[in-house]
């Protein structure tokens, strides 16, 4: 039973722990995800060859730094995402991020199951002639997505352990044949993007920020079955600083030799059906894992149910509404996203500045019902990401950070360990 127990109440144990490849594997999964090669092929198409690498390079560095923080404390604690925050937002007040954490998430499964279908449905009947309604396409697949999430951690290596290595054979042969077809690297490095399309540096720095850490701040949600608190740094690193900017590599190559963004466009292009759908398969199967996975744990710390369960309500609700969520939700989604960055900053300020590295052993441990401070200094985090120039999303990390330190130095706090019983 314990192999099966995804201890969303409480640390997981250290008999409990894997292995670094296995959870490297389980990060690749999370960050190979379509929505990174499309952002990448906007990128390509906008920037010089150079100042694409360097968007990206350093982008994802600071994702792949950002992230390496969160996951050494998820391994050196063993709790998830939304028991690190009862330490800085408090029992209740730990609600409200794993509400916008869990919620963003569902969306984003319900938008990756649209995501899979509408251009499957496309592909089979220009190729193939084949006439298949879009709605069985996404019951299909938002079950199937759902199913293997019941499994939890196990099902989500043994899934990265296939897609993983699949998508970047496949992807970057993709990417050989789109090469040759430009003429070599050399060609490639020629490639001037169009007045209309031309992106500014900072904002294509944002755009390779933003597009994972949302994502990126659930880190401990996986990392916490580490063995070793630097092991996670360098799992960390690997997922984001390698992993997503392979992802972005793959979509500004296809981008640039077909015009398409979408990698499992520019792979029909290529002649490639079979490779396209198995590889938008896979990819977008194990980011939606991981995202019902994550939200499951999210909400469980809210109602105290098992994660599992809200696991597959939270899929079958995503598969339910995945065409309207597809067509309407984007936007709001994006938005929800910019309020999440904040978290990560408080959560990592509570451990390293606050704390200093030193939490209550969790079942001992005696929490405040709300801590104002964190609340307020998410505000000023969205506040900053918003006003202050440079980037967005570093800005409200930062400033959530920051805000944090100084409201706990300024107001009158008990100390993290509470002297007020949990409610919970």
Request: proline letters at 3%; glycine letters at 12%.
């Given at each position: 039973?314990?192999?099966?127990?995804?201890?969303s109440?409480?640390?997981?144990?250290?008999?409990?722990?894997?292995?670094?490849?296995?959870?490297?594997?389980?990060?690749?999964?999370?960050?190979?995800?379509?929505?990174?090669?499309?952002?990448?092929?906007?990128?390509?198409?906008?920037?010089?060859?150079?100042?694409?690498?360097?968007a990206?390079?350093?982008?994802?560095?600071?994702?792949?730094?950002?992230?390496?923080?969160?996951?050494?404390?998820g391994?050196?604690?063993?709790?998830s995402?939304?028991?690190?925050?009862?330490?800085?937002?408090g029992?209740?007040?730990?609600y409200?991020?794993?509400?916008?954490?869990?919620?963003?998430?569902?969306?984003?499964?319900?938008?990756?199951?649209?995501?899979?279908?509408?251009?499957?449905?496309k592909?089979?009947?220009?190729?193939?002639?084949?006439?298949?309604?879009?709605?069985?396409?996404?019951?299909?697949?938002?079950?199937l997505?759902?199913v293997?999430?019941?499994?939890g951690?196990?099902?989500l290596?043994?899934?990265?352990?296939v897609?993983?290595?699949?998508?970047?054979?496949?992807?970057?042969?993709?990417?050989?044949?789109?090469?040759?077809?430009?003429?070599?690297?050399?060609?490639?490095?020629?490639?001037?993007?169009?007045?209309?399309?031309?992106?500014?540096?900072?904002t294509?720095?944002a755009?390779?920020?933003?597009?994972?850490?949302?994502?990126?701040?659930?880190?401990?949600?996986?990392?916490?079955?580490?063995?070793?608190?630097?092991?996670?740094?360098?799992?960390?690193l690997?997922?984001?600083f390698?992993?997503?900017?392979?992802?972005?590599?793959?979509?500004?190559?296809?981008?640039?030799?077909?015009g398409?963004a979408?990698?499992?466009?520019?792979?029909?292009?290529?002649?490639?059906?079979?490779?396209a759908?198995?590889?938008?398969?896979?990819?977008?199967?194990?980011?939606?894992?991981?995202?019902?996975?994550?939200?499951?744990l999210g909400f469980?710390?809210?109602?105290?149910?098992?994660?599992k369960?809200?696991?597959?309500?939270n899929?079958?609700?995503g598969?339910?509404?995945?065409?309207?969520?597809?067509?309407?939700?984007?936007?709001?989604?994006?938005?929800?996203?910019?309020?999440?960055?904040?978290?990560?900053?408080?959560?990592?300020?509570d451990?390293?500045?606050?704390?200093?590295?030193?939490?209550?052993?969790?079942?001992?441990a005696?929490?405040?019902?709300?801590?104002?401070?964190?609340?307020?200094?998410?505000?000023?985090?969205?506040?900053?990401?918003?006003?202050?120039?440079?980037?967005?999303?570093?800005?409200?990390?930062i400033?959530?950070?920051?805000?944090?330190?100084?409201?706990?130095?300024?107001?009158?706090?008990?100390?993290?360990?509470?002297?007020?019983?949990?409610?919970?």
């Amino acid at each position: 039973m314990a192999a099966q127990n995804d201890y969303s109440l409480g640390p997981v144990p250290k008999s409990e722990r894997k292995g670094f490849i296995a959870l490297s594997l389980v990060m690749l999964g999370l960050t190979f995800f379509s929505a990174s090669m499309w952002t990448g092929g906007t990128l390509g198409t906008g920037l010089s060859y150079d100042d694409f690498f360097y968007a990206v390079l350093l982008g994802n560095l600071i994702l792949g730094i950002y992230t390496a923080f969160l996951g050494y404390i998820g391994t050196k604690t063993g709790l998830s995402t939304h028991l690190l925050a009862r330490y800085s937002f408090g029992t209740k007040g730990s609600y409200i991020p794993s509400i916008l954490l869990g919620g963003t998430q569902v969306g984003w499964f319900g938008v990756g199951v649209a995501m899979f279908a509408l251009p499957v449905q496309k592909a089979l009947l220009g190729e193939m002639g084949v006439v298949l309604d879009v709605n069985t396409i996404i019951v299909i697949a938002g079950l199937l997505m759902t199913v293997t999430v019941y499994f939890g951690i196990s099902a989500l290596m043994v899934l990265s352990f296939v897609a993983v290595p699949a998508i970047a054979i496949l992807g970057g042969y993709s990417v050989y044949l789109a090469v040759n077809d430009l003429g070599g690297i050399t060609e490639m490095q020629k490639i001037v993007p169009a007045v209309d399309k031309k992106i500014d540096f900072n904002t294509a720095l944002a755009l390779v920020i933003g597009s994972f850490i949302s994502a990126g701040t659930l880190t401990a949600d996986f990392v916490r079955f580490g063995r070793k608190p630097m092991a996670a740094v360098a799992i960390t690193l690997i997922a984001f600083f390698i992993g997503n900017s392979l992802m972005f590599i793959f979509g500004a190559a296809g981008a640039a030799a077909t015009g398409f963004a979408d990698i499992s466009d520019v792979m029909m292009t290529q002649g490639l059906l079979i490779p396209a759908i198995i590889v938008l398969g896979l990819n977008i199967w194990t980011t939606n894992d991981n995202a019902l996975y994550a939200s499951g744990l999210g909400f469980s710390n809210v109602t105290g149910i098992d994660s599992k369960k809200l696991a597959m309500i939270n899929g079958v609700i995503g598969t339910v509404f995945a065409l309207w969520l597809y067509n309407n939700f984007v936007g709001w989604l994006s938005f929800l996203s910019a309020a999440i960055p904040p978290i990560g900053g408080v959560l990592i300020a509570d451990y390293f500045l606050i704390h200093r590295g030193k939490y209550a052993e969790f079942a001992k441990a005696e929490f405040e019902t709300i801590r104002w401070q964190a609340l307020i200094a998410v505000a000023a985090g969205i506040a900053a990401g918003q006003l202050l120039p440079g980037v967005v999303p570093v800005n409200a990390v930062i400033g959530g950070a920051i805000a944090y330190f100084v409201c706990c130095k300024v107001m009158a706090s008990k100390s993290i360990n509470a002297t007020k019983k949990s409610d919970a």
